[in-house]
């Protein structure tokens, strides 16, 4: 089994910037992706960016969120600039690991962390 432990959200004034990390734990092999999502009250959950073989950004953020990585430590970051309201969401990371040479690859959640951004 594997955990992921979001953090690092927070209550920031728009134009601000945050960083959110995603540490993972457990029987881990490799962690073949990893992504952020949000999800606004009373809305859908989007996908915020992805890394794996490419990186990807919703356009939404393209150009002031920057997600990374450190493999060494099975982490992952989200680095959020120029925060506005609508950024306002409970934040999840995302991670999908092999858990044994061979084995499959499984979609692992955190458990969220809260971004609140004031106009």
């Known amino acids: 089994q594997v955990q992921l432990i979001d953090s690092g959200g927070d209550f920031v004034q728009a134009g601000g910037s945050l960083r959110l990390s995603c540490a993972a734990s457990g029987s881990i092999f490799r962690v073949e992706s990893m992504g952020w999502y949000r999800q606004a009250p009373g809305m859908q959950r989007e996908l915020v960016a992805t890394?794996?073989?490419?990186?990807y950004y919703a356009d939404a953020v393209k150009g002031r969120f920057i997600i990374s990585r450190d493999n060494a430590k099975n982490t992952a970051y989200l680095e959020m600039n120029r925060l506005k309201p609508e950024d306002t969401a409970t934040y999840y990371c995302t991670m999908t690991v092999t858990e044994s040479v061979g084995g499959w690859a499984v979609d692992y959640w955190g458990q969220g962390t809260q971004v609140v951004v004031s106009a």
């Open positions: 890394s794996g073989e490419t990186t």
